[in-house]
């Protein structure tokens, strides 16, 4: 069974940059159609979820505009990973970070547990 | 982007009731490509519906979604008391990907 689990400092500083890595098991990150993406859940927001970015093993991307001049992800086959940076972050950017399979059409068939990431000095 | 909103956002039942949740767009949703997921307090979301209204793998009957266009609808046909989550529905029709605020389905 696929699983997916993010890993990566839950501190960051204000104008630093985020950096989380979701290993994927169970399972291949290529040869597939699938995306493997980022979403995020802020105390801010109250319930809402915000979509952030997805990749595709080939590297073709997808993003959400609101965030696409900060963010950065990528896919490493050779150790079953994908990962998230999210550059010049503020207290806004303090969320639960999910890393999530994503079928070709974006609906989310997999979720990680979530990552908490604080962005505090 | 597509923003979508549901109502209500606090939905106050008992176990055996029927529960209608409401998720709106702003405008139409590509092939209805709208999806509910459930989300259980400490847990991250699961798919319960995709493409409006196909049940995910092992989700049970007696939850249904339906519509199309910018008007869509999950229903639990009768409440089970692992039911009381919060529903949150998402888009996938254009990018990029929404969701809604989400609906606390509440005892």
């Known amino acids: 069974q696929l699983q997916l689990q993010e890993s990566g400092p839950g501190l960051v500083k204000p104008s630093g940059t985020l950096s989380l890595t979701c290993t994927v098991s169970g399972g291949s990150i290529s040869g597939t159609t699938s995306y493997w993406g980022w979403i995020r859940q802020s105390p801010g927001t109250g319930l809402g979820l915000q979509y952030i970015?997805?990749?595709?093993?080939?590297?073709?991307?997808y993003d959400n505009p609101s965030l696409r001049s900060r963010v950065t992800v990528s896919v490493d086959t050779s150790k079953s990973q994908f990962s998230l940076k999210l550059t010049s972050v503020t207290a806004a950017d303090t969320a639960l970070y999910y890393c999530v399979l994503l079928s070709r059409e974006g609906r989310v068939d997999q979720w990680g547990p979530g990552a908490r990431v604080a962005v505090s000095s | 982007e597509i923003v979508l909103t549901q109502s209500p956002g606090t939905l106050s039942l008992s176990p055996g009731e029927r529960a209608s949740l409401s998720c709106r767009a702003s405008?139409?949703?590509?092939?209805?490509?709208v999806g509910w997921y459930q989300q259980k307090p400490g847990q991250a979301p699961r798919l319960l519906i995709y493409?409006?209204?196909s049940r995910a793998a092992g989700i049970p009957e007696r939850f249904s979604g339906g519509g199309s266009g910018t008007e869509f609808t999950l229903t639990i046909s009768r409440l089970e008391p692992e039911d009381f989550a919060v529903y949150h529905c998402q888009q996938y029709g254009s990018t990029p990907l929404t969701f809604g605020g989400g609906t606390r389905v509440e005892i």
């Open positions: 493409g409006a209204s």
């Open positions: 970015a997805s990749v595709h093993y080939s590297g073709r991307f």
């Open positions: 405008q139409s949703v590509g092939a209805n490509y």
